[in-house]
């Protein structure tokens, strides 16, 4: 099968998949990101010659070069989207042209080759088709897709490489969150900024997860599950936790997220989340919004619910929120009624048991 007229993948099966029954083992109690499928795709660029030698084989290491160019100054970027089983058996994709625009616009900011969206829909395809047994039928199963890309040149000089290497591997998973997570807590990082105007923050590269990290350290030692990061400049405005978008539910049932602007990613849970929300006639906002007012609004209860959300745990509600100099809940702890609501009609869209009126689902044969 053709992504276009020119590029052919070439298929080999893995010659020692997972057994059967081992694998129907894993896929009992998968967790998230451990579990990972017999093959993957790979598709190399090079300049004057541009995107070639497309494949689907098993999986295995890699080999690089100590001056592979990755390594020294970080051109690199990647996606995270899922596949889910049907009710009929089929396998199906959750709106995965966004993600084919999401990553040809992280390569461009990255100043890395721009993989044709049709190129990145079909490896996509020729993935799950390849290893469609490893989606699990667990509640919450899905093959999670990871597409990443890296500058595979060998050379030292801080200049944008000539040479990359796209590849798709996968991941049966479950939950996220262990135990399900009712709620998360959330600690407002003092020291830390997840991203600043003109940088990469709209960009889906490694960098800005490494750059979270000690932040996430940080909150795990103040007995909070997630950090949530402010904006670079006032130091004030919420903009996201380390890897998921933020909403907020007021008492007049509207609903309120921060702005792109260039410092946030555009999930596409999120965008999900906001044509869903406004196909209800709730009232949607795309605004800054303070810490300080989070933390009245929460108090007076004039904030009801909050959450994040993101392709990976979907829907998480906010349970609390501390920092050095303040401590606060929101409603009660746990799960709000329109966090709820729309998470169950966004997760029952992705998987074909409620209708798809925006037509999102990509089903496969």
């Known amino acids: 099968m053709t992504a276009d007229a020119e590029l052919t993948f070439e298929f080999t099966p893995n010659a020692s998949p997972v057994p059967a029954n081992e694998r129907a083992e ?6 998230f990101g451990r579990v990972f499928t017999d093959h993957m795709v790979t598709i190399r660029y090079a300049e004057g010659k541009g995107w070639h030698d497309a494949k689907v084989g098993a999986r295995a ?5 100590p001056a592979t160019s990755v390594l020294h100054y970080a051109q690199e970027i990647f ?7 049907l009710a009929d ?3 199906a994709l959750f709106r995965p042209r966004e993600n084919a625009r999401r990553f040809r616009d992280s390569a461009r900011r990255m100043a890395m080759a721009e993989l044709p969206e049709a190129l990145f829909l079909e490896s996509i395809r020729q993935m ?3 290893d469609r047994d490893w989606i699990p039928e667990i509640e919450g199963g899905a093959l999670y897709l990871r597409p990443f890309m890296f500058a595979s040149e060998v050379f030292l000089g801080v200049k944008p490489a000539a040479e990359y290497l796209y590849m798709v591997i996968a991941s049966s998973v479950g939950a996220y969150f262990k135990g399900g997570a009712p709620s998360v807590s959330l600690w407002v990082s003092q020291d830390y900024t997840r991203a600043a105007p003109g940088g990469t923050g709209a960009a889906k590269c490694g960098g800005n997860y490494a750059a979270s990290l000690a932040a996430q350290a940080e909150a795990i030692r103040r007995g909070c599950d997630q950090v949530i990061f402010l904006d670079a400049v006032e130091r004030r405005y919420v903009e996201e936790l380390g890897g998921m978008n933020t909403f907020f539910v007021f008492d007049d049932g509207s609903i309120q997220t921060p702005p792109l602007g260039g410092t946030i990613l555009p999930g596409i849970t999120r965008d999900s989340l906001l044509v869903l929300a406004r196909a209800q006639g709730l009232t949607v906002r795309e605004a800054p919004y303070a810490i300080d007012q989070w ?3 929460a108090e007076s209860g004039r904030l009801r619910e909050a959450f994040a959300c993101g392709t990976a745990a979907v829907v998480t509600p906010i349970g609390s929120v501390a920092s050095p100099d303040m401590r606060f809940s929101i409603g009660n702890g746990g799960p709000g009624e329109l966090t709820e609501r729309l998470r169950d009609q966004l997760v029952g869209i992705q998987r074909g048991e409620l209708p798809d009126p925006h037509n999102w689902l990509e089903r496969l044969d």
């Open 26 to 31: 894993r896929l009992v109690n998968p967790g």
């Open 61 to 65: 290491p890699l080999t690089l070069d």
């Open 79 to 85: 996606e995270g989207m899922k596949a889910y089983r």
């Open 89 to 91: 058996g089929s396998a």
């Open 128 to 130: 799950v088709r390849a």
């Open 295 to 297: 933390k009245a609004d």
